[in-house]
Nanobody
Framework: QVQVVESGGGLVQAGGSLRVSCAAS?????MGWFRQAPGKEREFVAV????????NYADSAKGRFTISRDNAKNILYLQMNNLKPEDTAVYYC?????????????????WGQGTQVTVSS
Protein backbone atom coordinates (compact mmCIF):
# COMPACT_ATOMS: atom_id res chain seq x y z
CA GLN A 1 0.00 0.00 0.00
CA VAL A 2 1.44 3.36 -1.04
CA GLN A 3 1.16 6.33 1.27
CA VAL A 4 2.22 9.89 0.47
CA VAL A 5 2.63 12.84 2.83
CA GLU A 6 3.18 16.42 1.70
CA SER A 7 5.12 19.12 3.52
CA GLY A 8 6.60 22.53 2.90
CA GLY A 9 3.59 24.70 2.17
CA GLY A 10 3.25 28.17 3.61
CA LEU A 11 2.73 31.87 2.97
CA VAL A 12 4.90 33.70 0.45
CA GLN A 13 4.74 37.05 -1.29
CA ALA A 14 4.10 37.31 -5.00
CA GLY A 15 7.33 36.80 -6.94
CA GLY A 16 8.75 34.58 -4.23
CA SER A 17 9.67 30.91 -4.23
CA LEU A 18 8.60 27.87 -2.30
CA ARG A 19 9.39 24.16 -2.44
CA VAL A 20 6.91 21.52 -1.43
CA SER A 21 7.92 17.94 -0.78
CA CYS A 22 6.19 14.59 -0.71
CA ALA A 23 7.50 11.59 1.17
CA ALA A 24 6.24 8.29 -0.20
CA SER A 25 6.20 4.83 1.30
CA UNK A 26 5.86 1.73 -0.82
CA UNK A 27 6.62 1.20 -4.47
CA UNK A 28 5.85 4.26 -6.57
CA UNK A 29 5.86 4.79 -10.32
CA UNK A 30 4.55 7.92 -12.01
CA MET A 31 4.03 10.72 -9.50
CA GLY A 32 2.40 14.08 -9.83
CA TRP A 33 1.30 17.30 -8.20
CA PHE A 34 -2.22 18.65 -8.36
CA ARG A 35 -3.81 21.69 -6.73
CA GLN A 36 -7.22 22.85 -5.69
CA ALA A 37 -8.14 26.48 -5.11
CA PRO A 38 -11.23 27.48 -3.12
CA GLY A 39 -14.37 26.96 -5.14
CA LYS A 40 -12.52 25.28 -7.99
CA GLU A 41 -11.93 21.72 -9.12
CA ARG A 42 -8.68 19.94 -8.47
CA GLU A 43 -6.33 20.44 -11.40
CA PHE A 44 -3.13 18.95 -12.75
CA VAL A 45 0.10 20.85 -12.13
CA ALA A 46 3.06 18.59 -12.99
CA VAL A 47 4.04 14.96 -13.42
CA UNK A 48 7.28 12.99 -13.52
CA UNK A 49 7.93 9.50 -14.80
CA UNK A 50 9.26 6.67 -12.73
CA UNK A 51 12.54 6.28 -14.61
CA UNK A 52 14.19 8.73 -16.94
CA UNK A 53 12.80 11.84 -15.34
CA UNK A 54 10.39 12.70 -18.12
CA UNK A 55 8.13 15.54 -17.07
CA ASN A 56 5.01 17.35 -18.16
CA TYR A 57 3.51 20.58 -16.85
CA ALA A 58 0.26 22.46 -16.96
CA ASP A 59 0.52 25.64 -19.01
CA SER A 60 0.17 27.68 -15.81
CA ALA A 61 3.28 25.99 -14.37
CA LYS A 62 5.57 25.95 -17.39
CA GLY A 63 8.70 28.05 -16.94
CA ARG A 64 8.02 28.65 -13.22
CA PHE A 65 7.64 25.24 -11.56
CA THR A 66 10.02 22.29 -11.60
CA ILE A 67 9.08 18.77 -10.55
CA SER A 68 11.78 16.35 -9.49
CA ARG A 69 12.15 13.15 -7.52
CA ASP A 70 14.78 11.32 -5.52
CA ASN A 71 14.03 7.66 -6.09
CA ALA A 72 16.60 6.53 -3.54
CA LYS A 73 14.78 8.45 -0.81
CA ASN A 74 11.33 8.09 -2.38
CA ILE A 75 10.71 11.84 -2.20
CA LEU A 76 8.95 14.02 -4.73
CA TYR A 77 9.54 17.76 -4.98
CA LEU A 78 7.89 20.74 -6.60
CA GLN A 79 10.00 23.88 -6.78
CA MET A 80 7.81 26.91 -7.42
CA ASN A 81 9.36 30.20 -8.51
CA ASN A 82 7.87 33.57 -9.40
CA LEU A 83 4.72 32.67 -7.52
CA LYS A 84 1.49 34.54 -8.26
CA PRO A 85 -1.62 35.05 -6.13
CA GLU A 86 -3.51 32.75 -8.50
CA ASP A 87 -1.18 29.93 -7.43
CA THR A 88 -2.85 29.97 -4.02
CA ALA A 89 -4.30 26.51 -3.44
CA VAL A 90 -3.96 23.28 -1.55
CA TYR A 91 -1.27 21.28 -3.29
CA TYR A 92 -1.66 17.52 -3.42
CA CYS A 93 0.93 14.86 -4.10
CA UNK A 94 -0.32 11.79 -5.95
CA UNK A 95 1.15 8.44 -6.90
CA UNK A 96 0.07 6.25 -9.77
CA UNK A 97 0.49 2.62 -10.77
CA UNK A 98 0.91 3.85 -14.33
CA UNK A 99 4.37 3.73 -15.85
CA UNK A 100 3.71 6.51 -18.35
CA UNK A 101 3.16 10.25 -18.06
CA UNK A 102 -0.36 10.65 -16.67
CA UNK A 103 -2.18 13.93 -16.15
CA UNK A 104 -5.74 12.85 -15.31
CA UNK A 105 -6.93 12.66 -11.74
CA UNK A 106 -8.31 9.18 -12.18
CA UNK A 107 -4.88 7.88 -13.22
CA UNK A 108 -3.80 8.30 -9.60
CA UNK A 109 -4.85 5.97 -6.84
CA UNK A 110 -2.87 7.35 -3.94
CA TRP A 111 -3.28 10.86 -2.59
CA GLY A 112 -1.87 12.88 0.27
CA GLN A 113 -3.81 15.18 2.56
CA GLY A 114 -2.47 18.29 0.85
CA THR A 115 -0.41 21.27 1.91
CA GLN A 116 -1.62 24.88 1.76
CA VAL A 117 0.27 27.36 -0.39
CA THR A 118 -0.81 30.97 -0.07
CA VAL A 119 0.65 33.75 -2.23
CA SER A 120 -0.02 37.28 -1.11
CA SER A 121 -0.08 40.20 -3.52
Amino acid sequence: QVQVVESGGGLVQAGGSLRVSCAASGRTFTMGWFRQAPGKEREFVAVISWIGGRTNYADSAKGRFTISRDNAKNILYLQMNNLKPEDTAVYYCAASDRRYIATALNDYGYWGQGTQVTVSS
